[in-house]
């Protein structure tokens, strides 16, 4: 499973890049306004900065809506590293710019996915990602994991080599169920990865062992 992290923050990003299991970035214009980056410049070499820090792949999301508008903003976004990859939402305009782009070999992760059929949509156009939004589903009282799942089955009846990347994860019970379903990267929150580390038995049986060396070794 590869881990993502879903954020524009570059001091998050180097914290999980120097745990040494970060296999990318996922931002979004929501999460790039978070940081106080606007502006096209701006955002532009931000993208930039992130790719220096990260060995992976980093979705940078077009904001145009139209099939001209995300071609000509897609390919100036692809341009600007080899480590982009370009982020296009989930309508009819986005699955022809995947499509598009995917001919040309230009990888894409279609985003604001709510459905299996969405999901569908996003293999047949040839995307690298798929981004279902686990959290905001379950905001919404509607099962977040059933919809991995859903598109796991499907993906794996066809074959498809469009790669599930778990979206809107929120907490580690996200990361662990989205890993035993099957999904093939996960995306979420730095407190998403740390939280993994943490098990009270490691703390105490850590300080334990510190404490007995030195009764050992005085
Ligand atoms: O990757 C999608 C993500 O940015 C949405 O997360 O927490 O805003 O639902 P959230």
Redo the contacts with the bound molecule.
């Keep these: 499973m590869k881990f993502f992290i879903?954020t524009a923050n570059l001091s998050d990003i180097k914290e999980a890049q120097n745990m040494g299991i970060l296999d990318g970035v996922?931002t979004?214009p929501?999460?790039m306004a978070k940081e106080g980056i606007v502006g096209t410049e701006y955002i532009l070499k931000h993208y930039q900065d992130i790719c220096s820090i990260v060995d992976g792949d980093v979705s940078a999301e077009v904001i145009a809506t139209d099939f001209n508008g995300m071609i000509n903003e897609g390919t100036q976004l692809a341009a600007l590293h080899p480590q982009i990859v370009v982020k296009l939402p989930m309508i009819e305009d986005g699955i022809k710019a995947c499509k598009y782009f995917s001919e040309k070999g230009i990888r894409t992760n279609v985003?604001l996915v709510f459905s299996a059929g969405q999901a569908l949509l996003a293999a047949k156009a040839g995307a690298t990602y798929v981004?279902p939004?686990l959290?905001?589903l379950d905001?919404i009282a509607t099962d977040g994991l059933q919809l991995i799942a859903e598109i796991r089955l499907i993906y794996n009846n066809y074959n498809f080599k469009t790669q599930i990347l778990a979206?809107?994860?929120?907490h580690t019970m996200h990361v662990i169920n989205c890993a035993k379903i099957g999904a093939d990267v996960m995306?979420g929150?730095l407190s998403s990865i740390t939280g993994l580390l943490k098990h009270p038995l490691t703390e105490s049986g850590l300080a334990k062992f510190m404490e007995d060396y030195k009764k050992g070794n005085q």
């Design positions: 879903d996922t979004n929501s999460l985003t981004s939004f959290g905001r905001d979206a809107s994860i929120r995306t929150p």
